[in-house]
């Protein structure tokens, strides 16, 4: 296979925006994935063909926070619940709803009266003093993405060791962790903020072995006051900041727009005849047997629902592939596993697809309505978006490469399905919190971020 340097550069975007190298990158995703280890020119030719198409996951040691289609738990009147009130401007269910921002993640704590820091899971429960952390990213590829890691902290170091000892118990002395995104205007991502500021999400607690059990998005605030309380919210670069409360204001077309995602949202639950009261994930079950049935009708019921736990729920360890050709035949087994390997993946696209484009439709409106973002000045970097994205997309649309091409229509098709070039905001989109679980709705960014990686790294 001919890999060719555009699929390289988009693992580097990735590593890039996260701050890490490509090896680091590639280890600490395959760690998350709990995949076999690859080296970093096996895990370019296992992923060239799958990696291009998935979703945005989130950086560092965040985890991934999921859009209300991934929760599959959650039943379709939540998901009408979740759509009235989006509309209404009224996503404050638990919390009040804040901002989404597109910088760069990273973790900070307070242990034995020094400031801590981290990138990664594993760096939770060995955590990084800060000539370490700053000899991390000495000599990064990218003198900004250093340059923007190890000013952040140095003003931390500074910041969080004159707080109180009764602030300081939030971390638990260094058990927990402050969640918070770095922006700094001389290195963006997609959206330009022009202001250099350290956003504070909020607190993950720990068992002190790295692993997650439990949040604290209250403690984000009320630290943020406490460094103003003493005047170590503003660095020599970086201004703290808590969580950026959105103001969303009611839908101008809500009848015609509730209506209208209530009804596809009723469609979906109409097709295997299921209630309000149902979980999503029996749609997803219904479906998965549904695909299971007509490619593979003459199949034993109990070889169907193996591939059911394979496909729909990720169990690869009930159903052996290896001994299947002496168990249901040769030829039989060799569709599977043809099936298996090339089309799966597409299967998984085409089944979530429909509620992926309610949700993102539905996001994209939201954000029309919603005001009060980072960005220092959202009506310019706004038009700025609208520019760069029509003057580039036209751009490789005349002279690019035919898979270029492909893609950036890929792209804009589903630009033009959540509500085109118009509906981008500057913003990655809007967090909130239902049910006890953090989600987002991030509307056009998916789209605007592979089109931005696309522009920036092809070729």
Do not use: C
């Amino acid at each position: 296979m001919e890999l060719n340097n555009n699929f390289v550069d988009f693992i580097q975007h990735h590593a890039d925006t996260q701050g890490m190298t490509r090896e680091e990158y590639v280890a600490h995703y395959m760690s998350e994935n709990k995949s076999k280890v690859l080296s970093f020119d096996e895990y370019i030719v296992e992923k060239y063909n799958t990696l291009k198409e998935e979703l945005i996951l989130e950086g560092g040691a965040a985890g991934h926070m999921s859009h209300p289609f991934d929760e599959k738990d959650l039943t379709f009147a939540d998901f009408k619940k979740i759509v009235t009130s989006g509309l209404q401007g009224e996503l404050n269910f638990e919390e009040e709803p804040t901002e989404k921002t597109d910088g760069q993640n990273v973790f900070a704590t307070v242990q034995d009266g020094e400031v801590k820091f981290s990138r990664n899971k594993g760096g939770l429960k060995d955590p990084m003093d800060l000539k370490s952390f700053k000899d991390k990213f000495e000599g990064h590829a990218s003198k900004l993405v250093q340059d923007t890691f190890q000013f952040a902290a140095e003003d931390l170091a500074k910041a969080l060791i004159k707080l109180s000892p009764k602030d300081l118990e939030v971390f638990d002395n260094g058990k927990n962790w402050m969640n918070m995104e770095l922006i700094y205007s001389k290195n963006p991502n997609v959206i330009y903020y022009d202001r250099d500021v350290i956003q504070f999400h909020g607190i993950k607690k720990t068992d002190g072995e790295g692993n997650f059990i439990g949040d604290d998005n209250k403690s984000a605030a009320a630290i943020v006051k406490a460094l103003e309380g003493v005047k170590a919210n503003i660095g020599k670069i970086f201004t703290v900041i808590p969580p950026q409360i959105i103001k969303i204001g009611k839908d101008l077309n809500f009848d015609k727009n509730q209506s209208k995602f209530i009804k596809q949202i009723e469609t979906l639950r109409d097709r295997y005849n299921l209630t309000d009261a149902d979980e999503v994930s029996r749609y997803h079950e219904m479906w998965w047997r549904e695909t299971i049935d007509t490619n593979f009708p003459d199949l034993q019921q109990d070889y169907k629902e193996g591939l059911l736990l394979r496909w729909a729920y990720g169990d690869k360890k009930s159903l052996n592939m290896r001994s299947l050709a002496k168990e249901i035949g040769k030829d039989e087994a060799a569709s599977v596993k043809k099936f298996d390997k090339e089309d799966v993946k597409k299967k998984y696209k085409e089944n979530i697809r429909p509620f992926e484009d309610l949700f993102l439709e539905l996001g994209s409106i939201i954000l029309k309505n919603a005001s009060n973002f980072v960005a220092a000045n959202p009506d310019k970097e706004m038009q700025r978006l609208h520019n760069q994205i029509r003057t580039e997309a036209d751009k490789i649309k005349k002279g690019g490469e035919v898979d270029q091409v492909n893609r950036v229509m890929k792209e804009l098709d589903r630009l033009d399905r959540i509500g085109g070039v118009e509906s981008i905001i500057p913003t990655e989109g809007i967090v909130f919190v239902y049910k006890g679980k953090t989600m987002k709705l991030t509307g056009t960014f998916a789209a605007i971020n592979q089109l931005m990686g696309i522009i920036k790294y092809g070729r």
